[in-house]
């Protein structure tokens, strides 16, 4: 499915704290963001730093913020938009990969357990092959063990060439973008979420909650500490075809435009976030076997969680 939404509709789900991070300013000032935007409001938001050098900085991080809110009105007044497009596959584990749509997609583990924690891989979180557990619902939705979400986001990729002739707000339409493209994934995680997929149609979460990602299940983007491997995005751009919503790939596997996302998405509520940290040579071994190409490509790949 390819989902559209206008810029204006994504706002709510930025997260300012990235944006800010982008421009090295300090996360505790992407409380701008919760300020009426009212003069009043904001010089009391200022005020209420104790030293000067932080009001300065609150100062520069409420410049920045009101910048990057014009640059999305006019952006969105031009016509731009944003774009996701995802799938939902039957899916079953066979070991530590995941059978969809007739392909395999090997994920690896984690090596090194913690307070006697189990040790991890995302396989775990679909239904073992050969399971009796169904893929499909009464009610005609996806399960939630036998089921995998695909999707990839993007922004208009004519955005981030934008101002290229002006240093600050070149940086600003790119760092804007960057906060688009991932907005546009929490907008569709949460339609997935509560209508189509609906396996948590009851929601009530704050959009702060959100940001919070404290819904149910994980949407692990290819490059994350439990999906490292940024070659799995050939695998999944032949399951969901990126091209449909402009988003072409490297041979490195990075996605052009910058401003773009794609990964996984689970739904079981036993899903959470894990780093699969440093792993075995046997491991790295037999995980190249697994995804089909020789060591020496797979190490680039790799190169992060290996230590060679």
């Given at each position: 499915?390819?989902l559209h939404?206008p810029?204006?509709?994504?706002?709510?789900?930025?997260?300012?704290?990235?944006?800010?991070?982008?421009?090295?300013?300090?996360?505790?000032?992407?409380?701008?963001?919760?300020?009426?935007?009212?003069?009043?409001?904001?010089?009391?938001?200022?005020n209420?730093?104790?030293?000067?050098?932080e009001?300065?900085?609150?100062?520069v991080?409420?410049?920045?913020?009101?910048?990057?809110?014009k640059?999305?009105?006019?952006?969105d007044?031009?016509?731009?938009?944003?774009y996701?497009?995802?799938?939902?596959?039957p899916a079953y584990?066979?070991?530590?990969?995941?059978?969809?749509?007739?392909?395999?997609?090997?994920?690896?583990r984690?090596?090194t357990?913690?307070?006697?924690?189990?040790?991890?891989?995302?396989a775990?979180?679909?239904?073992?092959?050969?399971?009796?557990?169904?893929?499909?619902?009464?009610?005609?939705?996806?399960?939630?063990e036998?089921?995998?979400?695909?999707f990839?986001?993007?922004?208009d990729?004519?955005?981030?060439s934008?101002h290229?002739?002006?240093?600050?707000?070149?940086?600003?339409v790119?760092?804007v973008?960057?906060?688009?493209?991932?907005?546009?994934?929490?907008?569709?995680?949460?339609f997935?979420?509560?209508?189509?997929?609906s396996?948590?149609?009851?929601?009530?979460?704050?959009?702060?909650?959100?940001?919070?990602?404290?819904?149910?299940?994980?949407r692990?983007?290819?490059?994350?500490?439990?999906?490292?491997?940024?070659?799995?995005i050939?695998l999944?751009?032949?399951?969901i075809?990126?091209?449909?919503?402009?988003?072409?790939?490297t041979?490195?596997?990075?996605m052009?435009?910058?401003?773009?996302?794609?990964?996984?998405?689970?739904?079981?509520?036993?899903?959470?976030?894990?780093?699969?940290?440093?792993?075995?040579?046997?491991?790295?071994?037999?995980y190249a076997?697994?995804?089909?190409?020789?060591?020496e490509?797979?190490?680039?790949?790799?190169?992060?969680?290996?230590?060679?």
């Amino acid at each position: 499915m390819t989902l559209h939404f206008p810029l204006r509709v994504l706002t709510p789900y930025i997260s300012w704290s990235y944006f800010f991070h982008a421009w090295q300013i300090s996360a505790r000032f992407s409380k701008v963001a919760e300020v009426h935007d009212c003069m009043s409001c904001r010089q009391s938001w200022i005020n209420s730093f104790e030293r000067e050098a932080e009001r300065a900085q609150a100062k520069v991080a409420l410049d920045l913020y009101s910048d990057a809110l014009k640059t999305i009105g006019e952006l969105d007044a031009e016509g731009y938009q944003a774009y996701a497009q995802y799938q939902i596959f039957p899916a079953y584990s066979d070991g530590d990969d995941i059978l969809v749509n007739g392909k395999r997609l090997p994920f690896l583990r984690q090596q090194t357990a913690r307070d006697g924690a189990p040790y991890l891989c995302l396989a775990d979180f679909i239904r073992p092959l050969g399971s009796k557990l169904p893929a499909t619902l009464s009610n005609g939705k996806p399960s939630v063990e036998g089921n995998l979400g695909i999707f990839a986001s993007a922004v208009d990729g004519e955005m981030e060439s934008l101002h290229k002739d002006d240093p600050y707000k070149g940086m600003l339409v790119q760092t804007v973008c960057d906060r688009l493209a991932e907005a546009c994934t929490e907008k569709m995680h949460h339609f997935i979420r509560t209508e189509d997929w609906s396996y948590a149609p009851n929601e009530d979460l704050s959009m702060h909650d959100i940001l919070l990602e404290k819904f149910q299940g994980i949407r692990p983007a290819v490059g994350y500490p439990s999906l490292p491997d940024q070659s799995i995005i050939f695998l999944l751009d032949e399951l969901i075809n990126m091209a449909e919503i402009g988003i072409s790939l490297t041979e490195s596997g990075a996605m052009q435009p910058h401003a773009s996302v794609c990964g996984l998405i689970f739904a079981h509520p036993a899903t959470r976030y894990f780093n699969i940290g440093k792993i075995t040579e046997e491991q790295f071994t037999d995980y190249a076997k697994r995804r089909g190409l020789p060591l020496e490509t797979m190490r680039k790949f790799l190169a992060r969680v290996t230590d060679n």
